[in-house]
Structure formats: structure tokens, C-alpha cells
């Protein structure tokens, strides 16, 4: 085990020396890498033919400059990425995000994470992640669609059904989506549905894709719940964000027989003791993409400004915002208040320090790469429905949702029991996830 540990570490400041200033992918790199010291010493012909290496390395990584010109006509310029990480399982799978915090670092952090949550989907999708560091919000509809069509312009070179499979992420939403593969369908002449999911439903999109996310992560916490006798009813559960992850997990809640009492975004949080009216949320944040402010006026809540929506006590936590909003303090916080259950909605919301807390205390945590798989495990789907020119129902595909959902808890229980670690469900996931990649690149030789 030491020599092992010896091998990982080593890896790992490879990692630090080939991608410097790179710090949300040297902590995803860690987090993973950390896990791996019992399968190196089960099965050194990883390290031999150098897997563990060759999967901190993207396959391809793809930078372009992105101009395009606003109401005003003055041109205003953007980064653009693509990492298409590893495709050993399957073309590369990943969302985009348009955010101004946007640079190589997120988009290899969320690449690399994207290639074991792709793979404990049990479906055939490699990883990768893209986007750009443009800020949509307070823009007009026509800015984005030239930000959208400018963007493709290049990326459309790089993508394709058998290629790579953009999805959305932060800030690209149906609209982005629709923006993004009319452009894609005028360049190449070809109506190729699966070049993109999260599409609208009346061309090619799925049923429950914008739910899935959200729902994924609740039915995962379902099942961590049942392994311990419980359920949702009469539990307090704290969610932050406001977006569509946020919403949807809310709405899966209610629908199970928790309550709700807390979300957030970026001004502030609110305490709704009643439980969070989630029609009023939406048509805030979706139809009026206004601030939390005005939910918590219009309802009568507790609107807080900044501050931290973890001060709120609740039996479940689930953040659904961003990456690291969720420290060592928050933790100590929602634990000295009671929580039994925190599941990660969004991609590595908990720092490094909360997972530690969290372990330590007895605190059941699900990682984001098994909990908030259901997003793309549902764009899996959509990629197949376009394959057979096939359309499902709601009721069959949420379905098909809750049973990869059970699939991915039971086999990061069993795989973390396997390896020594029972209940460890970061561990069972980094495990699982890495063996099924791992596997498939040792047959494919030296790529």
C-alpha cells in the first residue's frame, strides 16, 4: 500500500507541475487520486501501462477566441474551450458553461470529473466540458444568439454525435441550446440531433432532461436513505442555488415528503419555514430570472443578503449552486446543527475540508460525480431517443432515470465495501467510476 501511495503521489505532482495555476483540477485530480492507492495495489497493470497517468491528460484541449457584437454594435470579445478528456467509453459528454469565472482550470476540473460520473452511468459516454468565460446575464436576446452563433462557429469543427456532445450547464439553458444548434445545423447542412442535448422538446429534446439533475441527486439521497431505514418524511432539507438544479431537487423533495425551508443565489438566501413554493420560485427565476429577494417579498419570507444559507439547521443538505461554496466552516456548522445527509447537486460544491468534517462525523455525503449524474445519464438517453428517431414519455424516462440512479448508489456502495471502505461513497465512486474507464483504455492499447 505504501509503494502505491508512493506511485500517487508522485502522479499527483505531475499533475502540479504539467497544469500549474490550474487549482480546481489539481483539487478534482487529489480527490480522485486519493481514492486509488487499494486498486493500484490490486491491479499494478494500471501503473504499468501508465492509465493513471494518461487520464490526467486530456486527449484534446481546444481554445479559440470568441468576437461578437452587441446592441450598441461595439465588438466585444470572449474565450472559448472545449476539453475533450478521455473517450474510451464512448464519444466525449459534457455540458458548457457561460460564466465570467471561466478559464481552463473549471473546464478541466469539470472535464475530468465528467469521465468517471459518464462512467458510473453505465452508459457508452467518454468525458469532456467546455464553455466560455461570457456573462449572459442582464443581456438581450439577440446578444446572446450572436455570442451563440459566434461561438459555434468554431466549436462546430470539433463536435459531432460520434464525436463530442455538448450539453448546457451554468448560464446555457434551452435558449443557449437552441441558439447553439441552429448554428451548428446551418454550417454543416445536417440535421444531427444528437450533436446536442438538452434540446427542446418539439425537435429532438427528451422528457426530463431539465429536470434531471435535480431529481437524479434526490432519488440518490432516497436511496441513501432507505440503506439506513428512512425516508424524505418529515425531514428539513436546506438546497442551495435557485437555478435548475436547485429547483428541481425542490420539487423532487416535496414530491417524496420533505420540506424544503432554504434556498439561494448569489445576493442572499431565504428561509421559507413553510416550505419553498416552488411555483412561485420558478416563475421568479425562470420566466422572470429575477433575484431571490423578490420570491422571499412576494411570499412573506426571510430574505437574508450574503451570509451563508448552511447557518440554516436542516436534516439534509444539498448544494446545488457551485464549485467550493460549501468550506470547513459550513460544515462544522450544518453538523453541529444535526445534518445526517449532505448530497452534492452541483460539481465539487464541497471543499476538500467539508468532506474531511463530514467523514469524520458520521455524516452520509454523496459526491457530486454519483450524485448529480442523473443530468447527463438523461442526456445519454436523449442521445439515444435521436439515434432511433424515438421520443419517450415523461412517466417512462423518469423511470429510466431512477433506476441508473439506484444503479450508480448500489454500485459505489458495493465497490467502497469491496476496497475496504464500506459506506465510503467518495471512495466507491472514484473507484467504480475509474475501473470502468480503466479497463476499456487497457484494451484499446497505448491511445
Not at 481552463?104 to 475530468?112: A, D, M, N, R
Not at 452563433?149 to 443557449?176: C, K, N, W
Not at 434556498?263 to 429575477?290: F, T
Amino acid at each position: 500500500m505504501a509503494h502505491a501511495e508512493t506511485t500517487l503521489d508522485e502522479l499527483y505532482s505531475e499533475v502540479l507541475r504539467r497544469n500549474p495555476g490550474e487549482t480546481e483540477f489539481h483539487q478534482a485530480a487529489k480527490e480522485v487520486l486519493e481514492s486509488l492507492a487499494p486498486v493500484v495495489t490490486k491491479h499494478p497493470e494500471y501503473v504499468d501501462a501508465a492509465v493513471i497517468r494518461r487520464l490526467c491528460e486530456p486527449e484534446r484541449q481546444v481554445i479559440f477566441r470568441v468576437p461578437w457584437q452587441d446592441d450598441n454594435g461595439n465588438v466585444q470579445l470572449n474565450r472559448g474551450f472545449r476539453v475533450e478528456f478521455n473517450s474510451a467509453l464512448g464519444p466525449y459528454k459534457g455540458g458548457l458553461r457561460f460564466h465570467p469565472s471561466v478559464y481552463l482550470g473549471i473546464v478541466k476540473f469539470l472535464g475530468f470529473e465528467q469521465i468517471f460520473k459518464n462512467s458510473l452511468t453505465g452508459l457508452p459516454i467518454g468525458g469532456g466540458k467546455g464553455g466560455s468565460d461570457f456573462d449572459p446575464k442582464g443581456l438581450s436576446d439577440g446578444e446572446i444568439m450572436r455570442f451563440c452563433q459566434s461561438f459555434m462557429t468554431e466549436l462546430y469543427r470539433h463536435i459531432g454525435e460520434y464525436t463530442d456532445v455538448p450539453a448546457g450547464d451554468i448560464g446555457v439553458g434551452g435558449r443557449e441550446i437552441g441558439y447553439l444548434f441552429g448554428q451548428y445545423k446551418r454550417i454543416t447542412n445536417r440535421y444531427e440531433s444528437g450533436v446536442l442535448t438538452g434540446k427542446g422538446l418539439t425537435w429532438g429534446g427528451s422528457q426530463v432532461r431539465t429536470e434531471a439533475t435535480g431529481y437524479g441527486a434526490v432519488f440518490f439521497l432516497d436511496e441513501m436513505l432507505k440503506t439506513r431505514g428512512q425516508s424524505f418524511e418529515g425531514k428539513r432539507v436546506v438546497v442551495s442555488g435557485s437555478g435548475n438544479v436547485a429547483v428541481y431537487a425542490t420539487e423532487k423533495v416535496e414530491q417524496l415528503g420533505g420540506t424544503v425551508v432554504a434556498c439561494s443565489d448569489s445576493s442572499g438566501y431565504v428561509v421559507d419555514e413553510k416550505g419553498i413554493d416552488l411555483s412561485l420560485l420558478k416563475d421568479v427565476k425562470e420566466r422572470r430570472r429575477e433575484r431571490i429577494d423578490v420570491y422571499a417579498a412576494e411570499r412573506g419570507a426571510i430574505f437574508v443578503p450574503g451570509g451563508s444559507v448552511w447557518d440554516v439547521p436542516c436534516d439534509i443538505a444539498l448544494p446545488c449552486a457551485t464549485q467550493n461554496e460549501l468550506d470547513g466552516d459550513a460544515a462544522d456548522r450544518l453538523i453541529k446543527n444535526g445534518t445526517s445527509y449532505v448530497a452534492e447537486g452541483a460539481n465539487m460544491p464541497c471543499t476538500p475540508d467539508a468532506v474531511r468534517l463530514f467523514s469524520d462525523a458520521g455524516v452520509a455525503f454523496a459526491p457530486g460525480k454519483a450524485a448529480n449524474a442523473g443530468g447527463v445519464a438523461t442526456s445519454a438517453l436523449e442521445m439515444q431517443q435521436n439515434a432511433s428517431r424515438d421520443s419517450w414519455s415523461f412517466d417512462y424516462t423518469e423511470d429510466r432515470l431512477a433506476h441508473i440512479m439506484r444503479g450508480i448508489h448500489d454500485r459505489c456502495l458495493e465497490t467502497a465495501d469491496e476496497y475496504g471502505s464500506p459506506g465510503d461513497y467518495v471512495t466507491g465512486a472514484n473507484i467504480a467510476g475509474f475501473i470502468r474507464v480503466a479497463d476499456a483504455m487497457l484494451a484499446m492499447g497505448v491511445v
